[in-house]
């Protein structure tokens, strides 16, 4: 007859067991967690920085116009649109050339066929009701008083759009220059009186990012001309005003007690 022995391990062991191991765990990561935080702390930190942002502009008188002119024609189908519109421009370029302006500065901007429609409530459907057909032309001149005479070229022949009439500044260079040494000047004292404030002063420039050059855009002044040209013998007044060139840079400075 066979006999069987069971053998009972007594669960303070297994607790004994358990927590040997965990002491035994903790041990080694102390020492770790120590080392890592006097790590931290051996770092040197970051010196207190002041961070200003300065803008800087420089006001100059442009020598180059951009004017969009063009015509908007409309029709029963897209080919008669389209077929009017065309005769219209052709005087309208012819005029604008006849000025002393070359063709290779007269360019295409956009030229689009759409057509018109209305929601019909009786039939409660969209219906086409003709075609329109819009070309509008850029003009470049370097002469700024021709700006009004090509307005008046192409509204007296035809045309019924003026989109946009711009004045710039062909070399921006020494402005752009001029601009951003003000702008530096200006970030500076911005920082000189920031750290005056908190009872310090500034050292050395850390760090200088120069945003993007903003592109001039004077106002220009230029009566509304009338798509009907009432009085076609008026010449359209325009004054070209003042460019302004700027630009803004961001500074980072060290500051010291």
Do not use: C, H
């Not at 302006?101 to 019909?120: E, F, G, H, K």
């Not at 008083?145 to 509204?155: F, V, Y």
């Not at 402005?175 to 000189?192: C, D, N, P």
């Amino acid at each position: 007859m066979r006999r069987f022995t069971m053998i009972m391990r007594s669960p303070n062991r297994a607790v004994r067991s358990l927590t040997t191991a965990a002491f035994v765990v903790s041990a080694l990561v102390t020492p770790v967690l120590a080392t890592q935080a006097a790590a931290q702390l051996s770092m040197p930190q970051p010196p207190p920085q002041i961070v200003v942002s300065g803008r800087g502009e420089v006001q100059v008188a442009p020598d180059r116009a951009q004017v969009q002119v063009g015509m908007e024609t409309q029709a029963k189908t897209a080919v008669l649109a389209s077929q009017e519109n065309n005769r219209k421009q052709a005087a309208i370029l012819a005029a604008i050339r006849a000025l002393g302006i070359p063709a290779s500065q007269i360019q295409t901007l956009n030229y689009s066929v759409m057509p018109i429609q209305r929601y019909d409530e009786k039939t409660q459907r969209v219906v086409i009701d003709g075609y329109q057909v819009s070309n509008i032309v850029q003009v470049v001149t370097d002469k700024i008083e021709q700006a009004g005479p090509i307005i008046d070229a192409a509204l007296t022949n035809g045309g019924n759009r003026v989109a946009g009439l711009d004045f710039l500044v062909k070399d921006r260079a020494k402005a752009q220059e001029t601009a951003l040494t003000k702008a530096v000047e200006s970030a500076r004292r911005q920082a000189e009186v920031a750290a005056r404030a908190a009872g310090g002063q500034i050292a050395e420039l850390l760090e200088l990012n120069i945003n993007d050059y903003e592109r001039p855009q004077p106002r220009a002044m230029m009566a509304m001309a009338k798509m009907e040209m009432a009085d076609a013998a008026a010449p359209t007044p325009v004054n070209e005003g003042m460019a302004t060139v700027a630009v803004s840079v961001t500074t980072r400075w060290r500051f010291m007690k």
